[in-house]
């Protein structure tokens, strides 16, 4: 299991202490040596505590996480507080990885839960939702797909950006839009 984010934010650090705290726990006992494995900055007595705490792995910041996501069977997003998570949750679509997310590690996207991403909002069900994702490869596949096609399909920069575009131009004053229309 991975996920994102550098605990020098709240939000990141709210969502870390919560996943190792409350639903590891619940997940080892599901799926018994269960790793997790957490990317983003952090300080040296912070991977400490929780490597000696609760067994995960804060990584630190690396360059590229692209390697790091492929290698987990299962990206994570516990977040309990808005903030960037969704950010999180279309770079792993992306990646065709699987996804287990909060509601609000998820909300405004196109999240459907069992089509491209499963939503569980307590412990005991993200635990056990995780622990599904570890274990059917056939789900792995399917929600990594789906999320792909997603991101595909919403969230391109073509299509961001035309709907980004216009908005701007709506701003313009009107001889400042005609003279860029033409």
Do not use: H
């Amino acid at each position: 299991v991975v996920s994102v984010g550098g605990i020098n934010w709240f939000s990141n650090r709210d969502a870390l202490a919560y996943f190792s705290a409350d639903i590891l726990p619940l997940l080892r006992m599901l799926v018994p040596g269960a790793a997790m494995s957490w990317v983003g900055r952090a300080e040296a007595d912070q991977r400490t505590e929780y490597r000696t705490r609760y067994g995960v792995e804060l990584i630190g910041y690396v360059p590229d996480l692209r390697p790091v996501v492929q290698d987990a069977a299962c990206f994570a997003v516990p977040a309990r507080v808005g903030g960037a998570a969704s950010l999180k949750v279309l770079d792993a679509w992306a990646m065709g990885k699987a996804i287990v997310s909060t509601s609000i590690g998820c909300e405004g996207l196109e999240a459907v839960d069992g089509e491209n991403i499963l939503i569980r909002d307590t412990p005991d069900g993200f635990a056990m939702a995780v622990a599904d994702v570890l274990r059917n490869p056939s789900l792995r596949a399917r929600l990594g797909s789906a999320g792909r096609a997603t991101v595909e399909r919403q969230y391109t920069w073509e299509i961001i950006g035309t709907g980004m575009l216009a908005s701007y131009a709506a701003l313009l004053p009107e001889a400042y839009r005609t003279a860029a229309a033409s």
